[in-house]
């Protein structure tokens, strides 16, 4: 059957902050006078708040590993949004790619995370209008991997899943999430970045997304 939907991850597949990640939460939990939260237990409390309107339930967690601090939950999420979203920038031609796409595929975004965090990044890259739908896992039942994040998605596109073409970084949330649900993936590869996933359809390095995902997708086509 031929590709009629493509959709993407949003962090670290179109866009990438400018410092790690390590250090953004740092700077956060300094700006917030917050306790030494380390990136692992983050990740960790992230991936039990996926369904979100903000990250103060996130940090509410992590504060629970952490009795003797005085900071407070909302301090940290907002501090945190702020170093996160600021620090973001898009993958060189991404917007370009995407208005390029739109007029041969239903273009989409699925994007794990609490409501106002992921909208507020995708405002201050100026992409709030540019897919035909964008999906921040906050205002749905479940996030990346679970099939109903992906059968949302497909929804809003409109195409099936055996037509849709799913391009994300992570193993776990993008290609089995994706695989899983049905879809096509594309796994996008970059320096530090996961491993390669054996359950991928094909491979991309994201300094080149732009310039050979057109072709990629015809091929799958
Ligand atoms: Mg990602």
Redesign the pocket.
Known sequence: MAIRGVAF?????LAVPSRDRTTLLGEAVALAGGPPITREEYLDAHRKNLTQQTREPIFADLLTQYEESQADAKSLADAYRQVVTKSLSPVGGSAALIEELKTDYRVGLLTNGPIDAQRAKLEHLGWTELFHAALVTGELPAGKPDSAAFEALLSALGTNANETVYV???PL??IEGATEAGLFAVQVRFEDGPDRDPRADAYIDRDRLALELPGLLASID
Do not use: N, P
């Open positions: 991850d949003l962090d670290e597949t994300g970084d992570t949330d993008d």
